[in-house]
């Protein structure tokens, strides 16, 4: 039996799950959603494989925590800066960029699992699924800003955003002023949809 080294079961087995959870960020932080494996994450958490399989049933389900961890810390984000200077109905370019600065915020921050968020095709549809209702919800102040502007296909705008988001990280180097490349990507963003916008008007 594994030594105990909580004061009671149920803590130690808290921390051994938080640590997998842990171990499970960073080789999705460094590597990607595939070198998250039932071994990989053992080894760095310095447990034995039989032990991950303990508190998860599979490599997909450990990353769909990991990933839903990463959309509570981006909601929470999201929340407080809207909560801070809320934007105007109707007020695009102050909706558009205070999702697309937290986005990139989180992710130059070190959170670098974000992406995979952004392009949740890359995961397992089970995965998908699990994550869809949390993204809607930190979608949800972005696509009521583009509906309020009559744009009619809000699931493509937003895609849309998300990817110019994505590039725009990607672009961003550790330790590197992310300030003007956020501002590009805002610029970009705002103008894409004021496009789209206009398309549906003249639909």
């Keep these: 039996m594994p030594r105990i080294t909580a004061p009671t079961v149920a803590e130690h087995r808290d921390q051994r799950r938080a640590d997998l959870v842990a171990a499970g960020q960073e080789l999705l932080v460094a590597e990607g959603p595939d070198a998250v494996t039932m071994t990989a ?17 599979s490599a997909d389900e450990l990353v769909a925590v990991v990933l839903g961890d990463q959309m509570v810390l981006w909601q929470a984000a999201l929340r ?4 801070a200077a809320p934007p105007e109905a109707g007020d695009l370019d102050t909706a558009v960029r205070i999702y697309v600065e ?32 949390a993204h809607a919800a930190v979608v949800a102040p972005l696509a009521e ?20 988001i994505e590039a725009a990280a990607r672009r961003i180097t550790p330790g590197q002023d992310a300030l003007a490349e956020i501002a590009a990507v805002a ?7 004021r496009a789209l916008a206009l398309t549906s008007s003249q639909s």
């Design 102 to 133: 937290v986005a990139i915020g989180l992710v130059t921050d070190g959170n670098r699992s974000l992406l995979v968020l952004l392009t949740m095709h890359t995961l397992a549809e089970d995965v998908r699924q699990q994550l869809s209702a």
């Design 80 to 83: 407080q800066r809207l909560h």
């Design 187 to 193: 610029d970009f963003t705002v103008a894409g949809v």
């Design 41 to 57: 994450v053992a080894s760095r958490a310095g447990l034995s494989r039989t032990a991950v399989y303990e508190y998860f049933t």
């Design 145 to 164: 800003a583009l509906a309020q502007i009559g744009i009619r296909d809000v699931d493509q705008a937003t895609k849309y955003v998300h990817a110019a």
